[in-house]
């Protein structure tokens, strides 16, 4: 005879009681121990892979867009109507008025060879005033050797430690540099040729640019390329970089004629998009790993319910409602996820924090160069957790390992003690 069934309230100290001793299986249900097993380990392996990915992911972003934005300007005026700006003081004092904007840098820019007795290689000169270079953090705070003071009143060139690497060339060694936009002869255009002696050796940590710029003094860089009093483009630092559409827009209603404005945004767009979409394509692959665990979670479960059918049916003869018998089953399969994404988060934190610590280790282990910064721009593997992002994995992760129970409980719940206990 079946007792009437007892409502007790939801979650009772009896539920989990029983939840957790079917997590503990005796020998004979060792095989349901084995799959919850390899459900923990699947939501734990799932969700740290998917944090240190995301944060892998975001600490690219962040050092590529600090150390591009170190080097650059936040907005670049260029002249439509001619080649370069004869007047950049007079249209630079009218920008720096601009509430928002907190430096005006003239610059030129040109491409050349630089050559030592070792080596030669091609090289993109920067003519910059000392005002403007120390403006530029990434320049002005990194530098390794030599100094920038006096920049402006010497004969001397910057160059960045990759640079001096390849050219094997130190503090006061010389540099020749070859300009093709040279004099006009009757013969044709020659090469502008000149040696420069180096003044300092700066390190972004970003080998693309350690390896290829060069920075010269304004006024010889206004010789050098023959330029006269003109600069090729005004460079602007601006207060918040990621509000930089109101600067904009504020230098726009200036009404400078004929003058263009691009943001770092606007050069970059095409860098950047590719790093946003790889990252939710990253996020969207590797989430898949949750969903697959949480598919272990289910067939467990079925298992473990078609395991306990006898236990099931004397629970509801002797009074349990069905109620009672699907959050037992619930409260099993949702803690293997619950602990699994916890310890997914615990072990993410631990690996973002000594990330390139590792990488060093697995390189020195395997004897390979893991992270080449000739490939990934910069020198040392990043990880920036984003709290947002990892809040968002760990919600997604409970959030299947509880719907993973719903149907083995409610098929736990809905069985029949009659038919459960019929050949027992």
């Known amino acids: ?98 509430p928002t904007v907190k430096h005006v840098i003239p610059m030129i820019e040109s491409q050349v060879i630089a050559s030592t007795p070792v080596q030669g290689v091609g090289a993109k000169v920067r003519g910059i005033n000392e005002e403007g270079l ?22 001397g060139i ?49 080998s693309e640019f350690d390896r290829s710029l060069v920075f010269m003094p304004l006024a010889e860089a206004q010789r050098f390329f023959d330029k006269g009093t003109a600069v090729d483009v005004l460079d602007m630092v601006v207060e918040d970089p990621e509000t930089v559409e109101k600067s904009v827009e504020a230098m726009r209603e200036l009404g400078i004629p004929a003058l263009r404005f ?64 699907l959050r037992v089953f619930l409260i099993t399969g949702a803690a293997i996820g619950v602990v699994g994404t916890l310890a997914g988060l615990l072990l993410a934190i631990a690996f973002c924090w000594r990330i390139d610590d590792i990488r060093r280790f697995v390189a020195w282990l395997t004897d390979a160069n893991i992270f080449d910064s000739n490939v990934y721009y910069l020198t040392k593997l990043p990880a920036d957790l984003n709290w947002q992002t990892t809040g968002i994995i760990v919600v997604m992760s409970l959030v299947l390992s509880v719907l993973a129970t719903l149907y083995p409980s409610w098929r736990a719940s809905r069985l029949d003690p009659v038919e459960a206990l019929r050949y027992e």
């Open 262 to 325: 691009m943001d770092w945004r606007e050069r970059n767009a095409g860098f950047f998009s590719v790093l946003q979409v790889e990252r939710n394509m990253m996020f969207i692959i590797l989430s898949i790993i949750i969903v697959v665990a949480a598919f272990n979670i289910i067939s467990g479960l079925i298992m473990l319910v078609k395991d306990k059918g006898r236990e099931i049916g004397i629970l509801r003869t002797m009074g349990a409602t069905q109620g009672a018998v």
């Open 1 to 98: 005879m079946t007792a009437p069934a007892v409502d007790t309230r939801p979650f009772a100290p009896f539920e989990w009681l029983l939840a957790m001793r079917y997590l503990r299986a005796r020998r004979k249900e060792g095989f349901i121990s084995v799959i919850a097993g390899f459900s923990f380990a699947g939501i734990l392996l799932g969700v740290a892979t998917l944090i240190i990915v995301m944060a892998v992911m975001n600490g690219f972003r962040k050092e590529l867009f600090a150390k591009i934005l170190g080097l650059d300007g936040h907005v670049i005026a260029i002249r439509v109507d001619t080649v370069d700006f004869p007047d950049y003081e007079e249209i630079g004092k009218k920008l720096a008025a601009v």
């Open 134 to 155: 120390r403006a530029l953090p990434q320049i002005s705070s990194n530098v390794r050797a030599g100094t920038l003071d006096g920049f402006d009143a010497q004969d």
């Open 158 to 206: 910057a160059v960045g430690i990759g640079f001096m690497r390849y050219l094997r060339v130190n503090i006061g060694d010389t540099i020749t540099l070859i300009s093709p936009r040279g004099a006009r002869t009757p013969f044709g255009t020659v090469p502008r040729i000149k040696a420069y002696k180096v003044a300092a050796i700066f390190e972004m940590g970003m």
